[in-house]
């Protein structure tokens, strides 16, 4: 059902994602007039909804997404369908790269050429930003249990995030919240640059 651009987007809403997405703008990409953004699995790039004026480029390898994000924000972006390794040169100079609810729904070798697309598309200077579940010891019972029948199959812990990512970036920041959607959940966000050229 969820694979629907209106059921997921319905989807969403029930568990408060507005809101999230009004604090990841603020409090977590950290976006500036401006900024060179691609967005890795962006869905239907509800996202683009609560961004300054930047330049946008999202790609994700359902149709319906794409097709849906084109209709709501065609004037704010550009949206592509396609996978990691099908993506060219035009994905590249970005200050910004932003993988949000994705990296749970790859497998390893997947997760990795998405990490590497990203590295590669960073201009010197530039930030990756990986938002997605995760699995602590210390949270809600009612997050647990949600997470652990998400749609994803390859929800990873904090540190089994930072061992993924660092094959990619040398400067990695992991930080877990539990207060970001409507019911219990928790998520592990990373921030992670190359402070030495590849």
């Known amino acids: 059902v ?3 651009a209106s059921a997921y987007r319905f989807a969403h809403r029930a568990i408060g994602a507005e809101a999230f997405r009004e604090t990841l ?9 401006g900024d060179r953004i691609l967005d890795i699995g962006c ?3 509800d996202i683009v909804e609560h961004l ?3 330049d946008y480029l999202g790609f994700d390898s359902s149709e319906r997404y794409v097709e849906a994000a084109r209709q709501r924000f065609g004037d704010r972006g550009r949206f592509v369908t396609a996978v990691p390794s099908e993506v060219d040169d035009v994905f590249g100079d970005r200050t910004l790269v932003t993988a949000i609810g994705v990296l749970h729904h790859l497998d390893d070798d997947t997760a990795h050429e998405a990490l590497e697309l990203a590295a590669t598309a960073l201009r010197p200077g530039g930030s990756f930003v990986s938002v997605d579940p995760t699995l602590t010891d210390d949270q809600h019972r009612i997050a647990r249990f949600l997470i652990q029948r998400d749609r994803g199959q390859f929800v990873r812990t904090p ?3 930072r061992m993924l990512i660092g094959d990619h970036f040398d400067a990695i920041g992991i930080e877990v919240r539990h207060d970001m959607l409507r019911t219990p959940y928790s998520h592990v966000i990373v921030r992670a640059a190359n402070t030495e050229p590849s």
């Open 52 to 54: 300054p004026d930047v």
């Open 25 to 33: 703008a603020a409090e977590v990409l950290q976006v500036s007039d």
């Open 2 to 4: 969820l694979s629907l």
């Open 43 to 45: 869905g239907t790039a």
């Open 159 to 161: 540190e089994q995030m």
